[in-house]
């Protein structure tokens, strides 16, 4: 069974934090996303990896940086937390070969900044 | 224009009716097509996908796709009170997804 896993289910961070959300895979997938998702919006790329130390810039990027040291961990970093990046963010991963093979998704992390 | 539209719904249905959840996309260039629902406060999970024109059925569920209409759809047969979820639509090119906002559906006892 695939299991996708993210460090915290929530979390409270005040404006200005430097906010780590970290997402770990067990299944050997090549490929990482995160993804915010906000009521009538639906979810939003933010970055995605295809390899280790390797990222792409999805719809959303800015304002957030992620770092894949290794193949299982893609981390999310806030760099300077704002209000406005109160979200539920989700994490995925998929199956080596493109996006022919379905995401799977971690539980998500509601993240609240005050 | 939005890449993926949905119907936000709430499409409300008896028990044991069948639902219809429709889903259209801009990009021709998609291949492949998922459904995912998504209870309240937790992640999506995979209900089908379908990559070739016309239907694909699991258990209740049916996946239809229409690439030259740019349409695929979700029939849920016999719907019951747990289905009641959002039923999110993504579609798929290289390496991204782009989903829909998602489908509200109740399932009224």
């Known amino acids: 069974d695939v299991k996708v896993t993210q460090s915290s289910r929530y979390l409270v961070k005040r404006t200005g934090e430097k906010v780590f959300l970290e997402c770990v895979q067990d299944m050997d997938h090549e490929n990482m996303f995160w993804y915010r998702q906000d009521p009538g919006l639906g979810l939003r790329l933010i970055y995605f990896s295809y390899d280790v130390k390797m990222k792409e810039k999805g719809d959303i990027p800015e304002g957030y940086s992620v770092s894949r040291e290794k193949k299982e961990r893609f981390s999310l970093i806030l760099e300077s937390a704002s209000t406005n990046q109160t979200s539920m963010y989700l994490c995925a991963s998929n199956h080596p070969g493109g996006s022919s093979y379905e995401q799977y998704f971690g539980p998500g992390t509601r993240l609240t900044v005050t | 224009q939005k890449e993926v539209e949905q119907n936000s719904g709430p499409l409300s249905v008896p028990e044991g009716a069948i639902a219809s959840l429709n889903c259209t996309y801009s990009?021709?260039?998609?291949?492949?097509f998922f459904w995912y629902r998504q209870y309240s406060g937790k992640s999506p999970e995979l209900i089908m996908f379908?990559?070739?024109?016309g239907d694909k059925e699991d258990g209740r569920f049916t996946a239809q796709l229409n690439k030259a209409s740019q349409y695929v759809s979700l029939l849920i047969r016999d719907s019951q009170p747990s289905d009641s979820a959002t039923y999110l639509c993504?579609?798929?090119?290289?390496?991204?997804?782009?989903f829909g906002t998602g489908t509200r559906l109740k399932v009224l006892a």
């Open positions: 993504a579609v798929s090119g290289t390496y991204k997804y782009i």
């Open positions: 990009d021709r260039g998609s291949q492949s």
């Open positions: 379908i990559y070739s024109n």
